[in-house]
C-alpha cells in the first residue's frame, strides 16, 4: 500500500514521494481492490492509514507506469480513467483566511471560489494530456488515445469556451497551461486586493458547482476522443481539506450524478460539517456507493498486507529471507503455570475459578464442551494481571510481542508499520534475530512518537486536565487499565466506548478529532457502517492497540462502556466568561507621573 | 528595501520599546534612550502587577517615554494613529523587539517598512537573557494563523506541495506538532545556536522526535547574533523553494528569526505566507534578566 523501499525519513509522506517510486513499492490490498472497481467510493482512514497511496495509485499515470506481476491485471480492470486531485492542509487555512478578509466583496469572494473548480479542471486537462500526448511512450500504452490535429484544436476550442481561458496556441498542452496561468491570476488578483481593494482588474472565471462543470467537460472530451460513456473518475484526496463549499455537494452528487463522472473520495473519519446520511436526501445503499474503511482491518488481511510491505522494508536493507523469521518468537503460554502463580497470589482470581468450577491441575482434560471457552476468554486476562502483579525480573507478556502482534498493536497502519521496521532493522546485526526486549523497545518508542504527536493536537472544551488529544488517551486508557490490573480479577473487562444517543456535541468533536488522529479506532461492529462516518452517535470505538502495552490492555475487543457516563465527572463545573475579559486601552503620557482619570485615554475597540 | 552589512545603533529618532514584567524590558532603553527624542513603549493587559512590570512602567514614564497599554490590536492601532502622520519624517528609528509578542514585532515592523520614508534606517534590537528553563506545561496547538493579516501570502499552485520552513524553539515537541498538523511535503528546519549553550541544548533535546524525523539536508544551523548572515540563509532557501514548492514560513524560537522573517515576507510581498501558532496558553510570569549582550541588524528602507 505504501512504498516499501523508502527511509525513515521520507516514508511518512505519500504525496511527496515521486509516481515512480510510489509504482516501485506499492503492495496491493483488498482495500485496493475495493476501490478499483468503477463505482463512488467513500475512502475513511486516520492519518497514514494509506488512502493517498491508493488514490494515486488509480491516477491513469500511476497506472501506466506500474510495472509489476499485478500491474496488467489492473489495468485491464480498472474501467476509468482516473483524475488525482490533490488537496493541502496549509492551502486550506489559507483559503480560509483570505475567505473571512475584509477586503473581499461577493464579487472577489467568486473569484476566490472559482480556484479550486479550476485546480481540479487544470488536473482533468493534465490527464487528457497525459492519455493524448504522453501515455503513447510508455510500455503500457495504457488508455493511450489518438487525436488528429484537427479534432485537438477543435477540442481545445471548445474547451477554452467552456471553462474561459485563452490558450495562446490551440494544443491541450497550452490549454493545461493556461489553466494554470488562472489559477496564478486568481491568487495574484486576491493578494493584490490587500493593496489596492479598488483593483478593477477582475479575473474572469467560471463559477458554479463542480459538478456541473465537469459534466459538460467530459461529454465535450469524451465526444472528440470518440469514447462513447468513458468513465472518467476524480480521485479528491483528503477531501476535508477542499473548500467547505465544495464538499457536500461532491457528497451529494455521488447519488445520481452524471454517468460518465465516478467520485471517490478520501475523508478522515469525521468531519464535523459534512452529512452523508443523516437526511432522507442524501441517505445512501450499497448501490449509490461503496464505503471503504482502512482501520479496523480484518486479522488474516492485516497480517496477509504487513507480510508484504514489512518483507519490501527488510529486502530493501538487504534482508532476503521471510521477514517474520528475523522476529525471535515469544514463548507459548503455558495456562497452568499461569493460572497456578495467579491464584496464588490473587484471591480474587481464585475465587473466579472456585465459581465457574475450574480446576488448574484439570485444565488439559478440559474440553470445548466443558471449560475451554472460559479458559480461552481468560487467558490473556490472566496473564497480564499475573505479569504485572509480579515482583521482580520478568518476560514481557507474550501478546505484545512477535511480528504477528507487533504488526496488530500499530493496527496495520502503513505508515507505522515502515516506521517499526525501519527500527527494528537497526537492531538486526550481523543476521540475527530481533530479540523480545528490541521488539518491546521499538513499540515503546513508536508508543513515545505517538505520544508526543497527540499531545501537540488541543483539544477544545470544559474537561478537567484533558487539553490534548494524548490526554484523553491517558484518561480512557487508565480507566481501562483498572478492569485488567485492578483490585479484583474481571473475566470480562471493559475496553471500548460507545455512544448511545450522545447529544453532547463538544465531546463528539473530541472523538471525533481522537479518530482523525487515529488515537480512537471505530471498531468493525458498530451497527451500521455507514453512520460511522460522520454519526458518531450509537457507533463504537477503542483505543488504538499501540497504546496496549502501555495501559496493560488487550489486542482484542471488549466490552463496551457509554462514553457519557465515563466523562460525566471530567467536565468543569464552572465555565469562565469569556466576555468578562477586559478590552481597554490605556495611554500613559509622559508628562503624567502619576495615574489619574484625566491621564486616561480609555478606547473602546 | 535592504538588509544593512553595518549596523547603526546611535542618533535615533524614533525609539519604540515594549513594556513587561521581566526586568530586561528596559535594559535597552538605558542604553539607547534620548528623553528628547520622540518613544513610545507598548505594554500589556494582562500581567501588570507581576514582577518588574510597574517599575518598568515607572522608568519609561520617568523618561518621557510614552506608554500604550492594552491588548495587542488596540496597542497597534493606536501606535499607528499616532505615528502614521509624520512618519516620514523619521529618518533613524530604534525597535526594540526583546519583549514583543511576535504578532506586535511583525505589525509594528512591517508598519514601519511600509510606510517609513526612503532611506529611512530601522534598527531592530533584542536583548537576549539568561538561560531560564522552557515552561513545564504542554503547549498543544490550537490556532495556526498568519503572523498579521499582511502575511497570509498568495494561494500559489495547490499541485505543489508546501515546503514549511520552521525556526525551531525550546517549546517541548511545539515544532513537531505543528508539522504533524500541516502535513507538509518537507520541512527545513531552523536551529538557533547562541552563547547561551543551554538554550542550544534544550532546543535540540526538546525537537528530537522532529529532528530524527528530518533530512539531514534539510537542517540549518543560525547563530542568533549573526542576524545578517541568517537573513541571507533563510532568504535564499525561500527563493529556491518557490520554484517547486509552496514555502511557509515558520518562525518559532528566538525573536529575531521572526523579525528576519518579516522583513524577507515584505520583500517578497504579498507572496510570502509568514504564520505563526498560537496554543492561546497563558505562560506564567517568569523572570528574564538580560545577558548584557544585544542582537540587532539595520534595514534601509
Known amino acids: 500500500m505504501l512504498n516499501k523501499n523508502q527511509n525513515i525519513h521520507r516514508a511518512f509522506n505519500a504525496r511527496t514521494i515521486s509516481l515512480k517510486e510510489l509504482c516501485d513499492g506499492f503492495i496491493i490490498s483488498d482495500s485496493f481492490t475495493k476501490l478499483a472497481s468503477p463505482n463512488n467510493s467513500i475512502l475513511i482512514g486516520p492519518r497514514g492509514s494509506g488512502k493517498t497511496t491508493l488514490m494515486r495509485m488509480l491516477q491513469a499515470e500511476a497506472l501506466c507506469q506500474w510495472d509489476s506481476l499485478d500491474s496488467d491485471y489492473y489495468r485491464n480492470k480498472v474501467g476509468f480513467t482516473g483524475v488525482f486531485i490533490p488537496t493541502d492542509r496549509f492551502w486550506k487555512e489559507q483559503y480560509d483566511s483570505l475567505k473571512k478578509a475584509e477586503f473581499l466583496g461577493p464579487a472577489e469572494e467568486n473569484v476566490l471560489k472559482a480556484y479550486f473548480n479550476y485546480h481540479v479542471i487544470e488536473r482533468l486537462c493534465s490527464t487528457l494530456e497525459f492519455r493524448v500526448n504522453k501515455t503513447k511512450k510508455s510500455n503500457s500504452k495504457y488508455r493511450l488515445v489518438e487525436l488528429e490535429k484537427e479534432d485537438e484544436i477543435e477540442l481545445v476550442q471548445e474547451l477554452s469556451s467552456l471553462w474561459g481561458v485563452n490558450p495562446r496556441i490551440n494544443s491541450i498542452r497550452s490549454l493545461e497551461s493556461s489553466l494554470s496561468n488562472k489559477k496564478q491570476s486568481i491568487s495574484n488578483y486576491i493578494s493584490e486586493l490587500k493593496i489596492d481593494s479598488n483593483n478593477n482588474d477582475t479575473p474572469n472565471v467560471k463559477n458554479g458547482e463542480l459538478v456541473s462543470i465537469l459534466d459538460p467537460s467530459v461529454r465535450i472530451i469524451n465526444s472528440y476522443l470518440n469514447e462513447k460513456n468513458e468513465k472518467w473518475c476524480f480521485l479528491f484526496d483528503e477531501l476535508e481539506l477542499a473548500p467547505e463549499e465544495v464538499i457536500q455537494p461532491l457528497v451529494n452528487a455521488m447519488r445520481g450524478g452524471p454517468e460518465d463522472i465516478i467520485l471517490k473520495l478520501s475523508l478522515s473519519p469525521y468531519h464535523k460539517n459534512v452529512v452523508i446520511t443523516n437526511s432522507p436526501e442524501s441517505s445512501m445503499g450499497e448501490q449509490d456507493l461503496s464505503l471503504i474503511r482502512l482501520t479496523g482491518i480484518k486479522e488474516k488481511e492485516g497480517i496477509e498486507f504487513s507480510k508484504k510491505l514489512c518483507g519490501g522494508v527488510f529486502e530493501s536493507s538487504g534482508y532476503d529471507n521471510n521477514v517474520e523469521s528475523y522476529f525471535e518468537k515469544p514463548e507459548k503460554m503455558d495456562v497452568v503455570k499461569e493460572f497456578k502463580e495467579l491464584s496464588d497470589k490473587d484471591s480474587t482470581f481464585k475465587r473466579y475459578l472456585d465459581q465457574n468450577l475450574i480446576e488448574i491441575d484439570k485444565i488439559s482434560s478440559y474440553t470445548d464442551k466443558d471449560r475451554n471457552p472460559t479458559i480461552r476468554k481468560i487467558k490473556f486476562i490472566a496473564q497480564l494481571r499475573n505479569y504485572y502483579l509480579k515482583v521482580g525480573r520478568k518476560r514481557p507478556p507474550s501478546l505484545y510481542v512477535g511480528f504477528e502482534n507487533l504488526c496488530k498493536s500499530v493496527e496495520y497502519n502503513p505508515r507505522m508499520l515502515i516506521s517499526l521496521m525501519n527500527m527494528l532493522i537497526l537492531s538486526l546485526k550481523n543476521g540475527k534475530s530481533i530479540s523480545i526486549s528490541d521488539q518491546i523497545s521499538a513499540l515503546r518508542r513508536s508508543f513515545e512518537t505517538q505520544k508526543s504527536l497527540l499531545n501537540t493536537i488541543a483539544i477544545k472544551g470544559d474537561f478537567k486536565e484533558i487539553c490534548t488529544i494524548y490526554d484523553l488517551v491517558e484518561f480512557v486508557g487508565n480507566k481501562f487499565k483498572e478492569n485488567i490490573v485492578g483490585d479484583s480479577f474481571q473475566a470480562e473487562p471493559k475496553g471500548s466506548l460507545i455512544f448511545k444517543k450522545e447529544n453532547d456535541k463538544e465531546l463528539i468533536e473530541i472523538i471525533g478529532y481522537a479518530l482523525n488522529s487515529g488515537a480512537l479506532v471505530l471498531d468493525d461492529s458498530a451497527a451500521n457502517a455507514y453512520q460511522n462516518i460522520i454519526e458518531i452517535n450509537r457507533s463504537r470505538c477503542r483505543l488504538n492497540y499501540l497504546f496496549s502495552h502501555e495501559f496493560k490492555l488487550l489486542l482484542t475487543k471488549q466490552r463496551e462502556i457509554e462514553i457519557s457516563k465515563i466523562f460525566e465527572l471530567k467536565r468543569n463545573v464552572v465555565k469562565v466568561n469569556k466576555s468578562n475579559t477586559s478590552s481597554k486601552l490605556i495611554m500613559k503620557s509622559n508628562k503624567v507621573k502619576t495615574l489619574s482619570k484625566n491621564d486616561q485615554m480609555d478606547l473602546k475597540l | ?301
Open chain 2, 1 to 301: 528595501m535592504k538588509m544593512l552589512k553595518e549596523v547603526i545603533l546611535d542618533d535615533f529618532d524614533l525609539l519604540i520599546y515594549g513594556l513587561g514584567y521581566e526586568s530586561r524590558s528596559i535594559f535597552l532603553c538605558k542604553e539607547f534612550h534620548d528623553e528628547n527624542k520622540k518613544s513610545y513603549t507598548l505594554g500589556y493587559d494582562k500581567n501588570i502587577d507581576c514582577l518588574n512590570y510597574q517599575e518598568n512602567e515607572k522608568y519609561f514614564l520617568d523618561r518621557n517615554v510614552n506608554v500604550i497599554s492594552g491588548e495587542d490590536e488596540g496597542v497597534i492601532e493606536a501606535l499607528v494613529d499616532k505615528l502614521k502622520p509624520d512618519i516620514k519624517e523619521f529618518k533613524r528609528i530604534l525597535l526594540d523587539i526583546t519583549v514583543m509578542s511576535r504578532h506586535r514585532l511583525a505589525s509594528v515592523l512591517d508598519f514601519l517598512l511600509t510606510y517609513g520614508a526612503k532611506d529611512t534606517k530601522i534598527t531592530v534590537v533584542y536583548a537576549p537573557s539568561f538561560f531560564v528553563s522552557p515552561p513545564e506545561d504542554k503547549t498543544p496547538i490550537k490556532k495556526v494563523m498568519e503572523i498579521t493579516n499582511e502575511f497570509t501570502g498568495s494561494l500559489g499552485d495547490l499541485s505543489k506541495p508546501t515546503a514549511l520552513i520552521m525556526g525551531l524553539g525550546y517549546e517541548r515537541n511545539k515544532a513537531l506538532g505543528l508539522s504533524s498538523y500541516l502535513d507538509s511535503g518537507s520541512d527545513y528546519l531552523f536551529i538557533p545556536k547562541s552563547s547561551e549553550s543551554d538554550f542550544e541544548e534544550k532546543v535540540l533535546e526538546n525537537n528530537d522526535e522532529l529532528l530524527s524525523q528530518t533530512l539531514e539536508s534539510n537542517i540549518f544551523y543560525y547563530f542568533i547574533d549573526q542576524p545578517y548572515s541568517t537573513y541571507l540563509n533563510v532568504r535564499s532557501l525561500i527563493l529556491s523553494l518557490m520554484d517547486y514548492s509552496r514555502p511557509l514560513v515558520v518562525p518559532l524560537g528566538p525573536k529575531v528569526l521572526a523579525a528576519i522573517s518579516v522583513v524577507i515576507g515584505r520583500e517578497l510581498y504579498p507572496k510570502l505566507p509568514v504564520w505563526r501558532v498560537s496554543s492561546e496558553h497563558t505562560e506564567q510570569p517568569i523572570q528574564r534578566h538580560a545577558n548584557g549582550k544585544k542582537i540587532a541588524f539595520t534595514i534601509e528602507i
